[in-house]
Every structure is written in structure tokens, then in C-alpha cells.
């Protein structure tokens, strides 16, 4: 009974990992020429190549500069942060934790992180050409392909989070075993730092994956779509493999990184606080690890439940996945909630109860399953704000930017009330430690949101394969088919990612208080206390307010002059190459890949600085109320702003294909040009600056939990 959650978590992690090599052989197992002709099959191997080698070129020139990054952050870890080990009576310092032990964790979870993104981006662009030879056969069989490249990514992301989080526990459990139990809550501490290196990672792996894949996008159809005329994906235009690399790098390695990051640091989270409640039981201290681990066998049944045999089986099945999933992990955590989690437990000077841990964990689950079905219903084509954003093309472009600003602005209430609903039972019901709970029902069902994300850059990839190959137009319409699918669930996997954040940022907002006060008592100083009629606090949530704005001009800015860089070199390539227009000269695909990886690396820098420079500097200078209200600022605003963007960038490419399927002029008509542009200005919204506020919001809170000790001992030098 007492290790119960440490072998189950275990064995359920070894799963998920055995799974994902099971679906990877599967996937890599079908042949690239399948049912193709001799010159079809050369062609596609050539493209298939050309992708792949974009892809990890960019991932291995971006981990270059991120390990001489982590290096010298662990050494500022290391340097920076103490932690006292106290006495039975919470007043007698015995000793000292050196930082160095969170440097290690840091390390290993930025180390768990890469290997994600890693895996994920490997499988994903093997499974993007195996489904385009597979949609030569039925939909049915494209579908399966897609779907079990997108598994891959779910299942070795969630085994390899919860594995790593058992790993860095029982590590420091066995370095730290002198504290005592009275101070387990500095172990869980020194354990954030694992969430801090997978949010850090996730940080860079958004930005720049964004800015990569936006500015081989927006060249690719301004010159393209736009100046020549000539179709998406269309092996003429030199930004097209670039453009179709950015698909994996933005959408599998960008998104398995964030989502990677909010699995650790939610669990972090709630292993902080709970570290007060429950340091001598250790099923309910590792419970928060546990709901994740959960989730890789409920994910499997679930998968193995729908199939597509039709083609209008598609969307449905993408939907059953999220539903379905949703109602057997509800089923599952009441028996393991009602097993692990004592009946009662006292937190802050209130008592709870095991049951409203459970309802914490439901609404977290109900809210994040409500946030994607909204953002589904904003951002899909089926539906009537897309189909009015559309229609706004009639009268040209500048209607279509303000239906789509309009559309992205409502679009927050709904999402924001539910969250808030979710916010208001958990924290009513279980206080702060309610409140990590719900931020992991949310993520319950990851492995499903990371395998239905995957799966849309690949059925994106394999469209564009086929156009480029020139396969028979069937092959195109079954891509196209998936590809549709795949748009809607990518909107609902950021607004997914986006929830996640918020109710993440709340639980390490509600750890980073916990641990301060816990270091300011033992230290015979007040607690911190989040008064808005405090000036420090006050003048502090405006600066988080602002931060996001800030770092979404940054971000988007970025892209502007990476897709300038772009735009330049595809218009050189069409004026200096003979042939390229008349299909009998060859592109420099590999100069174009070339420019979006040195604009990716080099704009990712400030955005990742502004990030983490903040509250550090702001906790030093202005102490712990200081940091409390930036990121109380942040949070607020930074999630209405990454629904929006997210949503009107989601709804603009959304109503571009539904002209693009005949409506409203159709393909080349000037409702249709007008709808080009909007998808090009909301382009690095949903793809680079949205869902890269996710990271804001989540790595201020983490940086600021795991500096607690530095704030509270050096901090406030100017008060």
C-alpha cells in the first residue's frame, strides 16, 4: 500500500513508452512506394527527404544553442538558490540544500523535454509520406497512418513526463533522505526545478518553432498564393518545403513541448503544496503524478475505440477521442481518488475532504473538455462565426481583419467563464491544492490532445506531398479531407493548451505563495500577502498586464522580419532561375529552409530573456509581493490575449478554406484574395504569438516558484 503510486505510476509510464514504439513501428513499417509509380515513388522519397532533413537540421541547430543555455542557467540555479533544513519545531535551522540539486533536476527536465520533441518530430515526419501512399488506398487507411504517428508523440511524451518525474523523485528522495520528513516540502521544491527545464525548453521550442514556420508560411503564400497565382504546396514555389518542415516544427515539437512543460509543472505544483498536507503519505504525495499516468491506458482503450471507415467519419472520430476519453479518465480517478487521498486532510487551517479532491479534479476535466469544444465552435467552418468571417470577404479586406479581430474577442468570454467556474469549485472545495488538481484534470486527457495535435501537421504534410509529387487529385481530396479534420482539432488543441496554462499558472501562482510563506514564517517575517491597496502590488499587475502585449509585438514583429527575409529570397528565386515557373527549373528549397532556421534562432532570444529576466529582476529589487503581482498581471491578461489570437488567427484560415471549397467565389476570386491576406495576418497569431503566451504565463510562475528562497533572502533591496 505505501509505495502503491510509485509502481503504478511506473508500470503505467513503461506502458506508454512501450506503446509509442509499438505505433512507431507501425507507422515506419509501411513502404514509401506503396502502390506508386516508379517515378512517383522517386519524387516522394525526394520530398519526403527534403522535409525530414529541414526538420531536424532545425531541431539539432536549436538544441545546439539551447544546451549552452541550460548549462549556464543550472550554473545560475546553482549559485542563486539555498534551501534551509529546519528542526523538528519549524524555527531551528539544522542546515543547508544547495541549488545545485534543483540545477540537476532543471537539467533532467530540460533533457526529458528534448527527447519529446525529439521522438515526436522523428515519427511525425515518417508518417506524413506513408500517409500520403496510404490515401491512395481509402481514407480509412490515411486516417490510421496519421493518427498513429500523432500516438507516438502522445504516448512517449506523457511515459516519458511521469517516468521522469518518478525518476527525479526518487533521486532526490535518496540525495535529500537526511532531511526529515518535516522538510519534504523543500524536496518537492528542489523537484520543481524538473518542470522548470520542460518549460524552459518549451519556451524556445514555441518561439522559434513559431517564428520558423510562420516565415516560411506567409512568404510561401504572399509570393505564391498572391503575386504568381499559383496553388498551395505547388513544387514551383521554393518556400514549400520550408513551409512544410515549420508544420513540424511549430505544431509536434513546439506544441509537445508546451504541453510537456504544463504536465510537469502542474504536477510540480501540486506536489509543493501538498508536500504540507501529505509529507507522511506518500500514495497521496505522488497522487498528482499518478493522474497523468492514468490517463496512457484510458487514451488506449479510447484509440481503439474509433475507427473511420467513411470519410465523413473523420471529424466525428477526432471529437470522440476528446469525449470519450474524457468520461472513462472521470470514472477511473473516482476509484483512485477515493483509494489514495485520505477522507480527510487539513491544508492552511481548513479541512478537506477526499471527494472534493475528486470534484476539483472533474471540473478541471469538464472545463478543459468544454475550452476545446468552444474553440471548435469559433475557429471551425461548420459553423456560423466562421461562415460570417467568410462573408466578410465579399467587401474586401479590411472587413475581413475586423470580423475576424471581432470574432477573436467574444471568443474569450465563454472559454474564461468556464475556467473560472473550474477556478472557483476547486479552490472552494480543496483551496490552492484544489486548484493544481484541476489544472491536472484539464491535462488528464493529454495523451489524446498530443495525438490529435500530431496528427494535423502530418495529414497537413501528406496534402502537400501529394500536390508536390502530382498524384491523382483523389489522393489530394482524401489529404484535403484529413487536413480539414486536422485544422479544427489543431484551434482545439490550442485552445486546449491555452486552458491548461491558465489553471497551471494558478497552481504555481498558489506553490510559489505556499513556499514563500513557508520560508518567511521559519524566517520570523510576515507572510506575503496579495493586497491590492499595497503599491508594490498594485503598480506590479500592471507590469504583468502589460507583458504579454509586450512580448506578442516582439514575437510578431519577429516574424515580420523573418518572413521579409523569406519573401526576398522566393521573389530572387523566381526572377534569377530559369524554368521555375514553367516546371522545368528546380528551386533552392534548402536556401529557403536555411533562412527561416537563422531567423527562428536569432528572434527567439529577446522573447526568452523578457520571460525569464522579469521576475527574477523584479523579485530582487522589489521582493515576493513585487513577483506575486507580475504574475497575477500576466496570468489575467495574458490568457484573454492568447484565446483571441489563437482563435482569430484559427477562424482566418478556416474561412479562407471554405472559399477555397467554392463558397463565395471560390478559389482566385477576390473574395478570395481578400481572405489570403487575413489567414496571412493571423498567421503568426494562432501559430507563433498565441500559443506562445502559454509559455509566458506558465515559466514566469515556475522560474518564480523555483527562486522562492532567492526573493525571500535577497530580495526587496529597494524597499
Known sequence: MSNFSLIVTTALSLLGLAIAFFYMKKVTRIPLDLGLEEADAKRLRYIHGAIAKGAMAFLKAEYRVLVVFMLAFAVVI?????????????????????????????????????????????????GNARTTVSAKQDIGSAFKVAINSGAVMGFALVGLATLGLVLIYLFMTWALKDIGEHNTHV?????????????????????????????????????????KGIPEDDPRNPAVIADNVGDNVGDVAGMGADLFGSCAESTCAAM??????????????????????????????????????????????????????????AIAMLFFT??????????????????????????????????????????????????????????????????????????TVLPYLCIAASIFISWELAGMYGVAIASLGMLGTLVI?????????????????????????????????????????????????????????????AAFITASNSLLESAGAPPVSVNLLDPVVYTSLFIGAVLPFLFTAMTMKSVGKAAFDMI????????????????TGDPDYERCVSISTKAALREMIAPGVLIMGTPILAGYLFGVSSVAGILAGSLVAGGVLAISSSNSGGAWDNAKKFIEAGNHGGKGSEEHKAAVVGDTVGDPLKDTSGPSLNILIKLSAILSLVFAPFFVQYGGILL
Not at 194 to 199: I, K, Q, V
Not at 347 to 365: A, I, N, R
Not at 376 to 395: D, L, M
Not at 480 to 496: P, V
Open 338 to 411: 477515493q483509494y489514495l487521498i485520505p477522507e480527510t486532510f487539513t491544508l492552511g487551517g481548513e479541512e478537506y475532504t477526499q471527494m472534493g479532491v475528486y470534484w476539483c479534479f472533474l471540473s478541471g476535466l469538464i472545463a478543459g473538455l468544454a475550452v476545446g469544444l468552444l474553440t471548435g465552435y469559433y475557429t471551425s467552418e461548420n459553423y456560423k462565426p466562421v461562415k460570417e468571417v467568410a462573408k466578410s470577404c465579399e467587401t474586401g479586406v479590411a472587413t475581413n481583419i475586423i470580423y475576424g479581430l471581432a470574432l477573436g474577442y467574444k471568443s
Open 78 to 126: 546553482g549559485l542563486l538558490i539555498n534551501y534551509s533544513i529546519y528542526d523538528t519545531d519549524h524555527v531551528t535551522v539544522t542546515g543547508k540544500v544547495g541549488g545545485w540539486y534543483t540545477a540537476i533536476a532543471f537539467l533532467f527536465g530540460a533533457f526529458i523535454s528534448i527527447a519529446s520533441g525529439y521522438i515526436g518530430m522523428k515519427v511525425a515526419t515518417q
Open 449 to 509: 490532445a498530443l495525438m490529435i495535435d500530431a496528427y494535423g501537421p502530418v495529414a497537413d504534410n501528406a496534402g502537400g506531398i501529394a500536390e508536390m509529387v502530382g498524384l491523382e487529385s483523389e489522393v489530394r481530396r482524401r489529404t484535403d479531407i484529413l487536413d480539414s479534420a486536422g485544422n479544427t482539432t489543431a484551434a482545439i488543441g490550442k485552445g486546449f493548451a491555452i486552458g491548461a496554462a491558465i489553471l497551471t499558472s494558478l497552481a504555481l501562482f
Open 568 to 583: 526576398e529570397e522566393v521573389r530572387r528565386q523566381f526572377h534569377t532561375i530559369p524554368g521555375i515557373m514553367e516546371g
Open 187 to 227: 524536496l518537492m521544491e528542489v523537484i520543481a526545478g524538473f518542470g522548470l527545464g520542460g518549460s524552459t525548453i518549451a519556451l524556445f521550442a514555441r518561439v522559434g518553432g513559431g517564428i520558423f514556420t510562420k516565415a516560411a508560411d506567409v512568404g510561401a503564400d504572399l509570393v505564391g498564393k498572391v503575386e
Open 272 to 329: 509543493v503544496i501538498s508536500a504540507i498536507a501529505f509529507a507522511g503519505d506518500p500514495n497521496a504525495l505522488l497522487y498528482p503524478i499518478l493522474i497523468s499516468a492514468v490517463g496512457i491506458p484510458i487514451s488506449l482503450i479510447t484509440k481503439l475505440l474509433v475507427k473511420v471507415d467513411k470519410e465523413e467519419d473523420v471529424a466525428p472520430a477526432l471529437m470522440k477521442l476528446l469525449i470519450i476519453s474524457s468520461g472513462l479518465m
